[in-house]
């Protein structure tokens, strides 16, 4: 008889970041995640992770806050898996998804943990479980976001000399578009060659003021400009791919394989940003990593700015991927000043490496634990 889910244990971590991190809604100082720990009757142990950026600030309409995930869990999901056959991945996945509609991030957190569970129990890890590693080194940007250009351009130069990442995403959009136009054109001569310039909007531009923007950033040699457009917008983002040769990384209008679906059919063309969380899980982001190969989207592999527990099931799906065309932005744990885990993720060379062993590859440090876990 198959091992059964004994318990299950969600608990807030609290770990504050090595510095302000500015997004267009919001300035994050702390970094609070939802980790789960999901143990079974043969007393084996699967971890999962649940985490969103800056609060209610970020994400859908119906947005989930590290508070709401816990409560998900606990009382709805909680009753559902105790008891159940933990190979059963697919079934629980399913039968999760008939009972509560979306709350992708505290699925993701419960398939994360389930086939950390199933990696130990075959002693194989969770990239072989999504159908076998293609990459043992992920390439990893780095956020330039103290907003003050100085200061990114010498965090930008310092991070090249020392090989740790040589691509950069800005976050623009809390000002009047030409500041930032100058802000991010600044750090792109600045850099030159060495290095490849991205801005990530966050949704703060309407149709007009993207159009502006995109042509000054597209003469100021920007590679890549993310969600420029409020997230339902699928027509403005088509228009705007179809107007500039520089690419738009979709983000926020892409959640799952049929958001991927609908945008590729109305006629997008560039690239999206694949996100374990939005997508409900690993396994439901590389079905639609599928859906824009097919249509011919570039990958990339996005964060929700996880700790490690959570961006080492990204790196797990992303490793079985043959091509990410622009990489991953896996850098949640270097934003963190402190881990929750006895060996922290190797990052070196301009991206970092897949965790070996069983599961994620990932051993949680209790002492801590208890440190950072929210009290009360």
């Not at 004994?6 to 991190?21: K, M």
């Amino acid at each position: 008889m198959s091992a059964t889910i004994e318990s299950l244990e969600t608990i807030l971590v609290d770990i504050p970041t090595i510095r302000p991190h500015k997004l267009s809604m919001t300035t994050m100082g702390v970094q609070t995640m939802v980790i789960v720990r999901m143990k079974d009757s043969d007393g084996l142990e699967g971890l999962g992770e649940a985490t969103t950026i800056g609060g209610l600030a970020y994400g859908p309409e119906s947005p989930e806050s590290p508070e709401s995930v816990k409560l998900t869990i606990d009382t709805y999901f909680k009753p559902q898996l105790i008891g159940q056959p933990a190979g059963n991945i697919n079934t629980l996945r399913v039968m999760l998804g008939r009972s509560t509609r979306g709350n992708s991030l505290a699925k993701s957190a419960i398939e994360t943990a389930l086939l950390d569970l199933q990696g130990k129990r075959l002693n194989r890890p969770v990239s072989d479980l999504l159908g076998g590693a293609v990459h043992a080194h992920i390439p990893v940007l780095w956020t330039l976001a103290s907003g003050d250009t100085a200061k990114d351009i010498d965090e930008a130069l310092s991070l090249i000399a020392a090989r740790r990442h040589c691509d950069f995403k800005l976050k623009i959009g809390s000002r009047p578009v030409m500041d930032d136009v100058r802000h991010v054109a600044a750090i792109k001569e600045a850099v030159g060659d060495q290095a490849s310039v991205r801005v990530d909007v966050n949704q703060a531009w309407d149709e007009a003021t993207a159009a502006k923007g995109m042509a000054e950033l597209q003469a100021a040699g920007i590679d890549l400009v993310e969600q420029p457009t409020p997230m339902k917008d699928y027509a403005a983002l088509v228009r705007l791919s179809s107007k500039f040769h520089l690419p738009i990384l979709a983000d926020e209008a892409v959640a799952d394989a049929k958001d991927m679906y609908s945008l590729a059919a109305a006629g997008f063309a560039g690239a999206v940003a694949m996100k374990i969380a939005k997508a409900g899980g690993p396994a439901r982001a590389l079905e639609q990593a599928m859906v824009a190969q097919a249509a011919g989207i570039g990958l990339y592999g996005g964060t929700l700015l996880e700790g490690t527990i959570g961006t080492a099931a990204a790196l797990h799906a992303w490793s079985t991927l043959e091509t990410l065309h622009w990489g991953t932005e896996m850098f949640g744990p270097l934003l963190m000043k402190d881990d929750i885990v006895v060996k922290p993720l190797r990052f070196h060379d301009n991206g970092v490496d897949l965790p070996t062993g069983a599961g994620l590859g990932v051993e949680i440090d209790e002492d801590k634990l208890a440190h950072y876990r929210r009290k009360g």
